[in-house]
């Protein structure tokens, strides 16, 4: 739904609160304030109610209030002064990171996304080898067999039981009869009601642990002289067990948050698991389900990848891309005193502050933020899908969704933000 | 404001002006009738022979869409090879295979292209390809929605839906993807690869529904005929790449039976299984039944030696030729019930037998086929090659003395197996216009382009006449995008941005409730959702649609 006319009743609107991005919210509205919402989770519900709760406001200058166009004004100069100038934070729609790009082109700035170390455990790997994977409505209808590593996903992705992994009705792959296996720090005998309702089986294990399983499962799937017993009797039965019920499976279906595998080389379990789906599909069918998309993570890497022709963690400094996953690491390049400006870009969550920095700061960002140390600039934007249409990506990354607009505001968008500096900086360069 | 292209030599085939000196007028982006000698002109461009013809028109270029991004991501040596600076006018940006949007913009003005088409847009991922290719400047552009593999269509024809039904749905398609034709890749074979079936020839039965790919491609060519959409449907036939799948590509042309289809990038579907290596050129079959059946047309997939990346829907395929992965890495994905792709980096080696007579055969239907009109000029891009090829490949059709040096050149065991020496045939610039101008918009029912006849918009582009056509196509003089220069000397002077095109057939809306109904018990995005509007294409994904008509109405 691409929507400017507001209606007191919106219906079929996409939720931006996580990476599922359910797109069947309602939404009742009374005079500017949110009075119900269905079929939206917790999380959307804290989503939805930290916008209504805050009003429009304006721009400040280290904590003190000017009007936009002197906003504007300090933020062109900020800009125009910076050799390197760092935009990170990256939570904003498509066509806030469209304005993005064309601005950080001008300024030769570096990108990354607050989310980066876990969209590049994923990047990393498609990099090096390319993955297999599958989306929402595939998996809902086909999957027979659905392995899930870690345990974050059941909080990070609150509807993925009852949108995907057991709906109300399938395809092909009648959702009572699937089979779930649990591969995570879990306690079995504490398991979430609504996971305990699907029967799984778990197979308690460490988060490092999910690497050398991935391998086993690899060997035991080959037919090689592998001793899954080495990570104990239990886990080696059961591991067993798995790689008969992967090769038996039709259309099975692994699945992870790279945010939860916060650990060194968490991208090399990655690896062991998308190789794993590799090989199944020898015989089988097998797809990867990686979960992914918070605060718009998939959105700005897209738009990045598209028109710069990198992923994120790109930078500009030289008048063309340059790419480097590593080197180009925001914190990173915060730490080595490479940046000396950071623009720090959060429409989404009035949470996600800027990292603590020397640097001048810059913050566009969602009307609730509150500093303890107010930023150099901070130009409050509108909430992509409240203030203002947008688009945004499913975690699955190939569905652009349309985010309407709910109520009437003031504030201005990020891609308008970013338009009207690019404008002035284009003017002081006497263009 | 009127304008004045002076003395050029003009080669304009839609109107049967082969190379004539010729004064054109724009007046308001169009090109008008000779004004009367008292109306003053404001800018007049003494052209003083130099070759004019109408902006160029690629109709089938993978220049957007999830795929393209994954080559991207997966390629990121393609990008480091070859940069582009930001200047004071455009954008930074690179990549030679997979250019960044902006890049490929930029590029294909360059070589005096004015609007290309997406080929195979996902209709649930349509919104990414539309917005890829509103940030890909300098071009108008559109795109063909795939269906064929989508179970909601596989289910409709299962069940035996009448005609009518499928009409409906697929004009739905048209409209909610925003598109301007339909391509069916591998009929059935994408939905069938993901039930763990690795070969569907034309009539084998799909393994979950009683239909055969044969069923697909009868039904969905009824389908656009009867809808009076002017493409035909464009058709990735069944087996790409399998040697010996001649005999699939002839089994689909008789699919049609009768009514209008194309076969896209047909060099990968003109393989034999004779001699040594069970590989060999069927093109002389293929090209026979081509000229024998006058609905069905051709584009060649031209391969190019080097190194490229191969996208495609055909996750079957894809997947089957995994091994041949250069570098060696690849990327497969079922996608929403609605289709899938493939990625995968590929080499070719002129020293290679498969690769070599691969660029023969290419060579030979262009060569062979009688009917210009009926056959198009593409790479494939990037699957043969990339579109910056595409002046080397005007050459090998334009020069046959090149032609013949590059032949001894390569693996001489596929250059002994291959007719292409004993072709003398040169292609004349009047038979590359009709082949990348006049038939393209022909094909794709675009009377507003393509020729140069007043009432077209003033896409056009003029060449310095040259010996070797590759100079002479790869650095226009002039390009005119909407009557404004846009490049001068084969750089980019004025960045514009352009429309998507699309088409409208009329069909009856009741068919919304019935895919509501499907959408709401088995997708995860709702009808509504998944529907782009045309103020959402303007405003929000940034290219307004411009629509062309259909031929005749729907058939009560
Ligand atoms: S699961 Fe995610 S997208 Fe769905 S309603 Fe909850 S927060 Fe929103
Ligand atoms: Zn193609």
């Known amino acids: 739904m691409w929507n400017t006319r507001i209606e007191t009743v919106m219906s079929e609107v996409t939720c931006p609160g996580c990476g599922l991005s359910c797109d069947d919210l309602r939404l009742e509205m009374d005079n500017g304030q949110l009075k119900s919402l269905e079929n939206g989770c917790a999380l959307a519900r804290s989503h939805y109610s930290s916008a209504f709760d805050t009003a429009s406001k304006g721009a400040e200058i280290k904590g003190k209030g000017v009007s936009l166009e002197a906003a504007l004004d300090y933020g062109a100069e900020l800009l125009s002064s910076a050799h390197n100038p760092l935009f990170a934070g990256l939570a904003t729609d498509v066509n806030g990171m469209r304005a993005t790009l064309e601005l950080a082109d001008r300024c030769g700035a570096s990108l990354d996304h607050m989310n980066g170390d876990a969209l590049f455990r994923n990047i990393r790997v498609m990099q090096d080898s390319g993955w297999f994977t599958t989306t929402f409505t595939e998996a809902r209808n086909r999957a027979d067999l659905i392995v899930l590593g870690g345990k974050q996903w059941i909080d990070r992705f609150p509807r993925l039981i009852e949108r995907i992994l057991h709906p109300a009705e399938s395809l092909f792959s009648p959702p009572d009869d699937r089979q779930f296996v649990l591969l995570g720090p879990w306690d079995a005998a504490a398991l979430p009601d609504e996971l305990q309702r699907l029967s799984p089986q778990v197979i308690p294990m460490q988060l490092e642990q999910l690497s050398d399983t991935a391998s086993l499962l690899r060997g035991l799937i080959a037919g090689r002289p592998v001793n899954a017993r080495s990570l104990g009797n239990s886990v080696g039965s059961q591991l067993e067990e798995l790689a008969g019920q992967l090769k038996a499976a039709r259309y099975s279906v692994v699945s992870w948050s790279a945010a939860e595998l916060d650990f060194p080389h968490a991208e090399l379990t990655i690896q062991n698991l998308v190789d794993l789906v590799k090989d199944l599909n020898r015989t089988t069918r097998s797809a990867a389900l990686p979960l992914a998309g918070t605060l718009a993570d998939t959105t700005s890497n897209q738009v990045c990848t598209w028109q710069l022709g990198y992923p994120l963690r790109t930078g500009l400094q030289r008048g063309y891309p340059e790419h480097d996953p590593i080197l180009n690491r925001y914190q990173d390049l915060l730490k080595r005193q490479e940046a000396d400006l950071l623009l720090w870009l959060s429409s989404l969550s009035p949470q996600a502050h800027p990292p603590a920095t020397d640097a001048p700061t810059i913050v566009l960002g969602h009307p609730g933020m509150a500093f303890d140390n107010a930023p150099d600039l901070y130009i409050p934007t509108g909430i992509p899908g409240v203030d203002h249409p947008g688009h945004w990506y499913r975690g699955d990354s190939v569905c652009p969704l349309p985010l309407g607009q709910l109520r009437e505001s003031a504030l201005p968008a990020v891609s308008q933000v970013m338009t009207a500096l690019n404008d002035k900086l284009q003017h002081f360069a006497g263009l | ?556």
């Open chain 2, 1 to 556: 404001m009127l304008i004045k292209l002076a003395g050029g030599k003009v080669y304009d085939p839609a109107n049967n002006i082969d190379g004539e000196i010729r004064d054109i007028y724009i007046r308001d982006g169009a090109i008008v009738d000779t004004p009367p000698a008292s109306e003053p002109v404001h800018r007049s461009y003494p052209l003083d022979g130099k070759i004019v013809m109408a902006g160029a028109i690629d109709l089938h270029t993978h220049i957007g869409g999830g795929k393209v991004n994954i080559a991207r991501t997966m390629l990121p040596e393609d990008q480091r090879g070859h940069t582009r600076e930001r200047t004071a006018l455009t954008r930074s940006g690179g990549g030679h295979a997979a250019p960044s949007t902006l890049t490929a913009g930029y590029r294909y003005a360059e070589m005096g292209y004015t609007t290309c088409f997406e080929p195979a847009i996902l209709p649930v991922n349509a919104r990414q390809a539309h917005m890829e290719m509103a940030d890909t400047p300098m071009l108008d552009t559109g795109g063909y929605a795939m269906l064929g593999s989508d179970e909601l269509l596989l289910q409709l024809m299962a069940e035996g839906a009448e005609q009518e039904t499928i009409n409906d749905y697929v004009a739905w398609t048209l409209h909610a993807s925003q598109c301007i034709g339909i391509k069916v890749v591998n009929p059935g074979g994408i939905s069938a690869f993901k039930f763990n079936t690795r070969e569907l020839d034309v009539d084998d039965s799909h393994p979950y529904y009683p239909i055969t790919p044969r069923d697909i491609v009868r039904t969905l060519s009824r389908a656009l005929t009867d809808l009076g959409v002017p493409h035909p449907l464009h058709v990735h036939a069944s087996n790409l790449g399998v040697p010996g799948n001649f005999s699939s590509t002839l089994a689909t042309m008789d699919a049609a039976e009768g009514l209008p289809i194309h076969l896209t990038h047909i060099q990968f579907h003109s393989y034999g299984a004779e001699g040594d290596r069970k590989f060999s050129s069927s093109a002389a079959q293929i090209v026979e039944a081509v000229n024998r059946q006058p609905n069905i047309s051709m584009d060649i997939g031209q391969i190019m030696f080097g190194q490229t990346i191969t996208v495609s829907g055909d996750t079957m395929r894809q997947h089957a030729n995994h091994g041949h992965a250069h570098p060696n890495k690849w990327t497969c994905m079922d996608i929403e019930c609605d289709a899938g792709c493939g990625v995968v980096p590929f080499r070719y080696r002129d020293q290679n037998f498969v690769n070599a007579l691969q660029w023969a055969i290419g060579l030979e239907l262009f060569l062979m086929m009688d009917d210009p009109w009926r056959v198009f000029l593409t790479t494939d891009h990037p699957n043969g090659a990339p579109f910056t090829s595409y002046p080397h490949l005007i050459r090998l059709l334009m020069d046959r003395s090149f032609r013949n040096d590059l032949l001894a050149q390569i693996n001489p065991d596929a250059a002994a197996s291959s007719h292409l020496g004993s072709l003398d045939r040169e292609y004349s610039l009047y038979e590359i216009a009709i082949m990348t101008r006049a038939a393209p918009a022909r094909i794709l029912g675009l009377a507003d382009r393509g020729h140069l006849r007043p009432g077209a918009i003033a896409d056009i582009t003029v060449y310095h006449p040259a010996d070797n056509p590759e100079k002479m196509f790869e650095k226009p003089m002039l390009v005119f995008k909407d009557g404004q220069v846009v490049v001068e000397e084969g750089r980019i002077t004025r960045p514009v941005k352009g429309s998507t095109q699309v088409v409208r057939p009329e069909y009856d809306r009741g068919i919304e409730k019935r895919l509501s109904r499907w959408f709401d018990r088995y997708h995860s995005i709702k009808l509504q959702n998944f529907r782009i509007s045309d103020d959402e294409m303007a405003e929000g994904i940034g290219s307004p649609v411009s629509i062309h008509p259909c031929d005749r109405k729907r058939t009560a």
